[in-house]
T-cell receptor, first 116, second 111 residues
Framework: ETGVTQTPRHLVMGMTNKKSLKCEQHLGHNAMYWYKQSAKKPLELMFV???????ENNSVPSRFSPECPNSSHLFLHLHTLQPEDSALYLC???????????????FGPGTRLLVL | SQQGEEDPQALSIQEGENATMNCSYKTSINNLQWYRQNSGRGLVHLIL?????REKHSGRLRVTLDTSKKSSSLLITASRAADTASYFC???????????FGTGTRLKVLA
């Protein structure tokens, strides 16, 4: 148990559906991250929020829309996804990075997404 | 790109043996971390080593860092079946919020 929870754990959706992934952290962190993990590919950073502001957006298609209403919660809104978007979506949190570099990220268990 | 690359991609050993995994990266870093992932689950942080450190220990884990060669190694001593997992290195990208992950080493420890 890392202190980061994600719901749902599994999700099957059609290409015309709209769904949302939720992440919550109980660690008092102020930075939160969305990653995509596909088979045989490195973990891909999608979005970063620090102090509730989006600070990184790695050329992610607009069919993925993040939302960070407060420092403990992060959402990923999904609409009109493609089958190639099927993957494990991981949320992580950390303290705000300081001058010495990035801080340790704590990951949730992930949401396994299948797009039909 | 500053992608960490782990070597080997897969490793199978007997329980009680030591397992060594290597990671190489391309640009300067402030720190490097190793993570573990059980099948289909989230990543668990194992150890962080800063660029001014050469070696760190945590229980049965030993991590080394050679910034001149841009490489790191993770040694798991006296391995157990429960160590079966994928292991990833991640390097920070100074000045950004990014951590760059490699594709991982899949370790299988046979009982």
């Amino acid at each position: 148990e890392t202190g980061v929870t994600q719901t749902p754990r599994h999700l099957v959706m059609g290409m015309t559906n709209k769904k949302s992934l939720k992440c919550e952290q109980h660690l008092g962190h102020n930075a939160m991250y969305w990653y995509k993990q596909s088979a045989k590919k490195p973990l891909e950073l999608m979005f970063v929020y620090s102090l509730e502001e989006r600070v990184e957006n790695n050329s992610v298609p607009s069919r993925f829309s993040p939302e960070c209403p407060n420092s403990s919660h992060l959402f990923l809104h999904l609409h009109t996804l493609q089958p190639e978007d099927s993957a494990l979506y991981l949320c992580a949190s950390s303290q705000e990075p300081r001058g010495g570099g990035q801080e340790t990220q704590y990951f949730g268990p992930g949401t396994r997404l299948l797009v039909l | 790109s500053q992608q960490g690359e782990e070597d080997p991609q897969a490793l199978s050993i007997q329980e009680g043996e030591n397992a060594t995994m290597n990671c190489s990266y391309k640009t300067s870093i402030n720190n490097l971390q190793w993570y573990r992932q059980n099948s289909g689950r989230g990543l668990v942080h194992l150890i962080l080593i800063r660029s001014n450190e050469r070696e760190k220990h945590s229980g049965r884990l030993r991590v080394t860092l050679d910034t001149s060669k841009k490489s790191s190694s993770l040694l798991i001593t006296a391995s157990r079946a429960a160590d079966t997992a994928s292991y990833f290195c991640a390097t920070d990208a100074p000045g950004t919020y990014k951590y760059i992950f490699g594709t991982g080493t899949r370790l299988k420890v046979l009982a």
